[in-house]
């Protein structure tokens, strides 16, 4: 077990739809990233935020947006969905933004589009 | 932009079998390596890393050496085992060059290994 949690562990939607993942990082860890994994892009890096501040900025596409909140917890949004948003979305956390610093991963969402 | 290219799988060996997962890497700036292991349903967990040139990473009996003369983290393990099927992910890590900093994870495209008893 990471210490990172994400929910929810499945999601089923339809295309057009907008979902909402959380992201709970380790305690004290102020950075939390987000991947998405599906089996023609590979792992890709979307988002970073670092102590409610966005830090760096992937492939993340316009329907998607991601925000950190004061308690440290994050939420990806992904809206207009379409059938190849499906994969699934890794979130990770570390303590600080650095390069050295170990990411560590959450069990990840399935999201399905219909 | 950065980049990482590992051996195309899957890889499928016999228990006790010398495993060897060559990943390379291109990088503007001096970045640091990892490997990383996904299990069945599971998330991702770091195995090793590697913060500068010739420095070995190790776990589990798992070994890599950072060559920066030929950008390479190549993932070694002497005797696997049954319990070692898994995909393995070769990460890089590198500061951006934008006016806000960070460290994202650039992965390669993962390697399958299935080990059978």
């Known amino acids: 077990d990471s210490g990172v949690t994400q929910t929810p562990k499945h999601l089923i939607t339809a295309t057009g739809q907008r979902v909402t993942l959380r992201c709970s990082p380790r305690?004290?860890?102020?950075?939390v990233y987000w991947y998405q994994q599906s089996l023609d892009q590979g792992l890709q890096f979307l988002i970073q935020?670092?102590?409610?501040?966005?830090?760096a900025k992937g492939n993340i596409l316009e329907r998607f947006s991601a925000q950190q909140f004061p308690d440290l917890h994050s939420e990806l949004n992904l809206s207009s969905l379409e059938l190849g948003d499906s994969a699934l979305y890794f979130c990770?956390?570390?303590?600080?933004?650095?390069?050295?610093?170990?990411?560590?991963f959450g069990p990840g969402t399935r999201l399905t589009v219909l | 932009g950065d980049s990482v290219t590992q051996m195309e799988g899957p890889v499928t060996l016999s228990e006790e079998a010398f495993l060897t997962i060559n990943c390379t890497y291109t990088?503007?700036?001096?970045?640091?390596l990892f490997w990383y292991v996904q299990y069945p349903g599971e998330g991702l967990q770091l195995l090793l890393k590697?913060?500068?040139?010739?420095d070995k990473g190790s776990n589990k009996g798992f070994e890599a050496t950072y060559r920066k003369e030929t950008t390479s983290f190549h993932l070694e393990k002497g005797s696997v085992q049954v319990s070692d099927s898994a995909v393995y992910f070769c990460?890089?890590?590198?500061?951006?060059?934008?006016?806000?900093?960070?460290?994202?994870?650039?992965f390669g495209e993962g390697t399958q290994l299935t080990v059978n008893p």
């Open positions: 990460a890089l890590s590198d500061l951006q060059r934008l006016r806000l900093s960070g460290s994202r994870l650039t």
């Open positions: 990088a503007t700036g001096y970045p640091s």
């Open positions: 990770a956390s570390s303590a600080l933004g650095g390069v050295y610093n170990e990411q560590f």
């Open positions: 590697a913060t500068k040139a010739d």
């Open positions: 305690s004290g860890d102020l950075s």
């Open positions: 935020y670092y102590n409610g501040e966005e830090r």
